[in-house]
DNA sequence: AATGAAATCTATGGCAA
DNA sequence: TTGCCATAGATTTCATT
């Protein structure tokens, strides 16, 4: 380990570079406002940027077609709709597979609302939801069986702290 | 390992079962309707529906005073903002400790995107976004320097095939 | 990007099943 | 209790400047 006497100050964090077709700060600022509330109106989001209604209207529209607002969705409590299991699984892949086809098999099980692919002894990271234990348990057999897994490894997950969170907090 | 000479056949999943409140078939569809897209206007849903705006208004009312949908947010591609790298991070908390005062430490970075409580050798499990790979050896060093954590092990996202999917997939 | 205007939508109170 | 109707007020979304 190399030594590190007192704590090194972090790197002033690199602010979002402009990918390409630039972001403002005015649509910073709308993606900040969107991220927290998806159903604010233009109107609304025209008030708190100070821009008209129509300026927003567009602003948002472009941000949609560049493909930086990718959609908009509803939050729904996992618990409030029978998914009270939440797990992490890793997957170790056998050898060198077919990885569209173990794609396909894991994008087949609904359960399964993350998907990474990762660097590491674990070819892959899910994150699976499920009603209860049985199901958790049902899961991982299935994702076992699926072709060019070797072994997978579990972690329940006692308590969501947060999730999806997007908020710059500085 | 228990024998299971064929495959099993899963079991036919649980659906949600009733938390309280009965969510009843015309709210599953406007929650996935409302997670398919959260920016659908109340005509919309009602024309989907087959009911009259106002009643929709007032069926997604409830499920939000319900607190079965807990928000709505925009959905943002990372990489459009400059946050190219993403990876998952296990804290090993070294003894029992505040844990109060690591959520807190944990939750003043912002780049960590959800937290999860978990059981087995690491205690939390953590998604990070950040700019670059300097940007994740700071957020380590800032976690390994948190109170409580005994050291963190972490893997690189290559790449998030899907994620926040919802769709029942049946 | 702002203005103004037409079409659409929201959101409430009252009424019916 | 739940949904529908009517309506006043906002909002979206043009065309124009």
Same mark, same amino acid.
């Given at each position: 380990m190399? $030594? +590190? &006497?007192?704590?090194?100050? $972090? +790197? &002033?964090?690199?602010?979002?570079?402009t990918t390409e077709d630039d972001i403002d700060a005015v649509?910073?600022?709308?993606?900040?406002?969107?991220?927290?509330?998806?159903?604010?109106?233009?109107?609304?989001?025209?008030?708190?940027?100070?821009?008209?209604a129509p300026a927003v209207h567009e602003r948002v529209g472009k941000l949609e077609t560049a493909g930086v607002i990718t959609g908009?969705?509803?939050?729904?409590?996992?618990?409030a709709v029978g998914l009270g299991v939440t797990a992490l699984v890793g997957i170790i892949?056998?050898?060198?597979?077919d990885d569209v086809g173990m794609l396909e098999a894991m994008s087949a099980l609904?359960?399964?609302?993350?998907?990474?692919r990762t660097a590491g002894?674990?070819?892959y990271v899910l994150k699976v939801r499920v009603t209860d234990i049985p199901a958790l348990e049902d899961t991982i057999n299935a994702l076992n069986r699926v072709r060019g897994v070797s072994?997978?490894?579990t972690t329940v997950v006692l308590s969501t702290k947060w999730e999806?969170?997007?908020?710059?907090?500085?």
């Open positions: 190399v $030594p +590190r &006497p007192e704590g090194p100050q $972090p +790197r &002033p964090h690199a602010l979002p570079q649509d910073e600022q709308l993606l900040a406002l969107l991220q927290a509330n998806g159903r604010a109106s233009y109107a609304e989001l025209a008030r708190q940027v100070g821009l008209s908009y969705t509803a939050v729904v409590d996992p618990s892949d056998s050898d060198e597979v609904p359960q399964v609302q993350d998907c990474w002894t674990e070819g072994r997978t490894r999806g969170r997007h908020g710059r907090t500085e």
